[in-house]
């Protein structure tokens, strides 16, 4: 293998070189104990990782022999830094400090044969890990383990078993197949997971407002029964409550508008105009009555959720997106169209989000655009009246009031936006 390097490629090694070793020292420059690595050794090594592939790129044996040079001298330091006693405000890098001056031998024959912004990428990656060495442990603290668990086995379902499902229908009675199912519920769940973690990490107190737009990209109707009984748990702060049930409910507009523009970019153009326009009535309702009724310790009180990110939840999501599938298809068969409105309706009294992903991916065969987005409209409205219901039950009459008249608001609104899509 021939390799001519170029006053670019020499001039970027060194560059990198120079920028992560400063960055190094930065970090353990404090350290009263000797440590390997710093401004002037990972420029060198880098130089010496470019230099030893040069002369023999071919099978890089002298390359691989500095390698092997490199890391028993490495073994020898951290052998010996083992029996020294550690202070407890010791700064020592461990393996941390080890592997940065490998990163910086490799660096070399990195620059010479691949692409720059691997270089420039490794790089980087290596100075932010080394410096958010207390931020990380601290997010490692404050995620539980079963949290991370379900992770996992959630990783794995993307990553081994979304790839194997079959892209074809199984039965005539829809053109839904596995795939597409799954790949929804993926979605989903991906959208909710993120919205979950974003509230957990992001602001460690958790107000009410945060709770309310972060809820509803998962959940609105899980957000309004949380807060709901927060109402009646915390008579002090009904406004800020009430106020959080309504943005929720606007933020569920915004999500479809999401889920839809991942899988029927037609419906997203059709259904933009009144969904932003529900979102924004929403979003004005709700900031009103925060202005008008919320005390002044507002976003203070802590509204936590629960992890949306169960197996179980996402197979109940992939059972019931088929079911509605199933039920579009014969319904629309028998009764038609309005057939099919009155099952948005009913569907809207539980969770739209397999139901509207369902039509929205083609479902029911020759159903026109039009009508997919009245139904999808007159499940939302339907599911605001639901989550209206909810806040009488788990607040009472007089509390809920304020979110009664505006959740019915915005169903009215939906309703008439799906009558006049429906007579167009």
Do not use: C
């Not at 000797?34 to 401004?39: A, H, L």
Request: glycine share 8%; no cysteine; hydrophobic share 55%.
């Amino acid at each position: 293998m021939s390799i001519n390097p170029s006053p670019e490629n020499f001039a970027l090694l060194l560059a990198l070189s120079f920028f992560f070793g400063l960055a190094f020292e930065e970090y353990f420059g404090p350290a009263s104990e000797k440590i390997p690595g710093g401004v002037r050794t990972f420029p060198l090594l880098a130089l010496t990782g470019a230099m030893l592939y040069l002369l023999e790129p071919a099978h890089a044996i002298v390359f691989s022999a500095g390698l092997l040079a490199l890391g028993a001298w490495l073994f020898a330091y951290y052998r010996a830094s083992l029996g020294e006693p550690a202070s407890p405000d010791s700064t020592k890098g461990g393996l941390v400090a080890l592997i940065n001056n490998v990163l910086a031998y490799l660096l070399g024959p990195i620059v010479l044969l691949k692409a720059h912004w691997l270089a420039v990428g490794m790089t980087v990656s290596a100075v932010l890990l080394l410096h958010a060495r207390d931020p990380l442990h601290k997010l490692a603290r404050t995620i539980p383990a079963h949290e991370i668990t379900t992770l996992g086995k959630f990783l794995i379902l993307i990553g081994v078993i979304l790839p194997i499902l079959p892209d074809q229908p199984l039965t005539s009675l829809t053109t839904i197949t596995p795939y597409q199912v799954w790949l929804a519920v993926v979605v989903v769940s991906t959208l909710s997971y993120g919205s979950y973690l974003a509230q957990r990490l992001i602001s460690p107190a958790r107000g009410v407002l945060l709770t309310a737009v972060l809820g509803g990209l998962y959940s609105s109707t899980a957000t309004t029964v949380t807060l709901a009984r927060r109402m009646r748990d915390d008579p002090e702060a009904q406004g800020e409550f009430q106020a959080g049930v309504i943005l929720a409910t606007a933020l569920m507009y915004l999500r479809l508008i999401i889920l839809f523009a991942l899988f029927n970019l037609s419906l997203v153009r059709g259904l933009v105009a009144s969904l932003l326009l529900l979102f924004v009535v929403g979003l004005a309702l709700a900031g009103l009555w925060f202005w008008y009724a919320a005390p002044a310790t507002a976003q203070q009180r802590a509204a936590p959720l629960l992890n949306p990110l169960e197996l179980r939840a996402a197979l109940l999501f992939a059972t019931m997106f088929v079911v509605t599938s199933l039920l579009s298809s014969w319904i629309k068969q028998g009764f038609g169209h309005t057939g099919l409105y009155w099952l948005a309706t009913l569907v809207g009294l539980t969770d739209i989000d397999p139901f509207v992903l369902s039509l929205a991916q083609g479902s029911v065969a020759g159903l026109p655009l039009n009508t997919v987005m009245v139904a999808v409209l007159i499940a939302a409205s339907s599911n605001n009246i639901l989550k209206a219901i909810y806040a009488i039950a788990f607040a009472g009459w007089p509390a809920s009031l304020p979110v009664v008249g505006a959740l019915g608001l915005l169903a009215a609104l939906g309703f008439g936006a799906a009558a006049w899509l429906g007579g167009s």
